[in-house]
């Protein structure tokens, strides 16, 4: 017993020692390796992403090489270098951090899915006519939820919700019913969800308690159960988003049990975004008026303008441009949307800057994106990047601004809010076209206003950082009722 504590003790050691002595090699970004041995910047790294990189950014400038929990991680914050990470497929491997995340949050491993076979089927269903039967059916689902929710209170009656509980709990349910088959636990789900979904972020970073782990497992078999179908993939010829996603599961070769948990990774990825997207549009809407006032003012043109039965309200988003909302929506998305990108370097890799500086990256480091840092809150790029600015993407002649320039060069990435190059999100559209109708609904059929009209939006949960929309530390409190047209 002893000699086997001795072995592990000098094991330790050993590592300790090794990590310790890593020192920065000509042509390597700036090193920074923190006090702490193998720990590094592990700690201010997971409590705070976005402040801690600004820290090194200061430091060191846009590329630098941080130690992480053993890892050795180089963070690359100039745009205009993107396209050396994101376009490399031969040194750079996203799938080996993707499939570690899989197993640590979904208990999940899928090693047979390629990546441009999941891809290939995604586009199926999230383009063309297959995009526009879901938002034709996410219209339907939205206003039958907006109904049915009002019917217990008498129509003049004024109801009071967080705004993020509002937005989150009406998308999520709307889009769980668009895309599952069940329509009996819309409800359940959801409340499950929420539960799981808040212990995300620790369950990634292996982070859990005893107590948190416990809850954790439950809420995730939990919901592998509430989204288990009663029928069999094999064989079945139902044409539904669902029932496709287990053909294609079991034509890559996953087993059954798999194939139950991978409907929780579907849910968490298409559900997960949307409802805090809304929570903060309408959150920044609701406490600066002269925003506010654009978009209704756009709206109500947008009724005015076109009262055909060929056009109903709620499709008069496909039938018109909205730039005023497209701006909201894009300054919405550069001020909470906070995706990293990361790739594992399989192969010693020389990376070309923009700027013509050449750095070596070492085999078996990691690369990271942080696209909310820069270009998303580069004061380089936007004047006064952290205040909300409602036409900051409009040109005088309302046409959409897509120019945007660092050190004197047009950016092509001037905000990711959907990761951007082979990756970029496939649900993009749908998502967008969710959101927008979701704000059109209840602008038009609600008297929405906040309780205290002094009240400020919530700071974003700084452990978010890295894990799409940024969520809120708090609520927004709103009171709402149905419009006298809509009574």
């Not at 416990?214 to 919901?223: F, H, Y």
Request: overall charge positive; proline content about 5%.
């Amino acid at each position: 017993m002893l000699w086997t504590i001795f072995l592990l003790l000098n094991g330790l050691l050993l590592l300790v020692l090794l990590y310790a002595t890593r020192t920065r090699q000509k042509n390597e970004p700036p090193l920074d390796k923190g006090v702490l041995p193998w720990l590094g910047h592990a700690l201010e790294f997971g409590k705070d992403a976005a402040k801690f990189l600004a820290r090194m950014k200061d430091r060191h400038g846009d590329i630098f090489t941080v130690r992480v929990a053993g890892h050795y991680v180089t963070v690359l914050l100039d745009p205009n270098s993107f396209d050396a990470v994101m376009n490399d497929t031969i040194f750079l491997d996203f799938t080996i951090s993707r499939n570690q995340l899989l197993k640590r949050i979904f208990s999940l491993q899928l090693p047979s899915i390629k990546p441009a076979a999941e891809r290939k089927w995604m586009e199926q269903h999230f383009q063309g006519l297959s995009l526009s039967k879901l938002n034709s059916s996410m219209n339907t689902h939205l206003q039958n939820l907006l109904q049915s929710d009002q019917k217990d209170c008498s129509p003049s009656e004024w109801r009071q919700d967080g705004l993020f509980s509002l937005c989150y709990s009406l998308l999520f349910r709307a889009g769980y019913l668009t895309l599952f088959e069940r329509r009996d636990n819309a409800a359940a789900v959801y409340s499950e969800f929420r539960k799981f979904d808040h212990l995300l972020t620790k369950l990634a970073r292996s982070s859990l308690n005893r107590g948190e782990g416990k809850t954790a497992n439950l809420s995730r078999e939990r919901l592998w159960e509430l989204l288990s179908p009663n029928w069999l993939s094999e064989g079945s010829e139902s044409k539904s988003w669902q029932q496709s996603y287990h053909r294609f599961l079991h034509e890559e070769g996953v087993d059954a049990e798999m194939q139950k948990r991978a409907l929780l990774l579907q849910l968490w990825t298409t559900q997960c975004n949307a409802g805090p997207a809304a929570f903060w549009l309408l959150g920044f809407l609701l406490t600066h008026p002269e925003a506010m006032k654009a978009v209704k003012s756009e709206i109500r043109g947008l009724t005015l303008r076109d009262t055909s039965v060929q056009h109903p309200p709620i499709n008069l988003l496909e039938a018109h441009s909205t730039p005023v909302l497209d701006s909201v929506l894009s300054e919405t998305l550069r001020l909470t949307a906070a995706v990293m990108i990361n790739r594992e370097v399989v192969q010693d890799k020389i990376l070309h800057m923009a700027n013509g500086q050449e750095y070596h990256l070492r085999q078996g480091d990691k690369v990271c994106l942080f696209p909310f840092l820069s270009p998303q809150m580069d004061p380089q790029i936007y004047q006064e990047p952290q205040i909300f600015k409602y036409d900051r993407f409009l040109n005088d002649d309302m046409t959409v601004k897509d120019k945007f320039y660092k050190e004197g060069k047009r950016l092509k990435y001037y905000t990711m809010p959907w990761g951007a190059g082979r990756n970029i999100c496939v649900g993009k559209e749908f998502a967008v076209t969710a959101i927008k109708q979701f704000v059109f609904l209840l602008l038009t059929h609600l008297d929405l206003e906040l309780c205290d009209p002094e009240a400020k939006l919530p700071p974003a949960n700084p452990s978010r950082y890295g894990f799409g929309m940024l969520q809120p530390d708090g609520d927004l409190q709103v009171r709402y009722r149905l419009k006298k047209t809509h009574r």
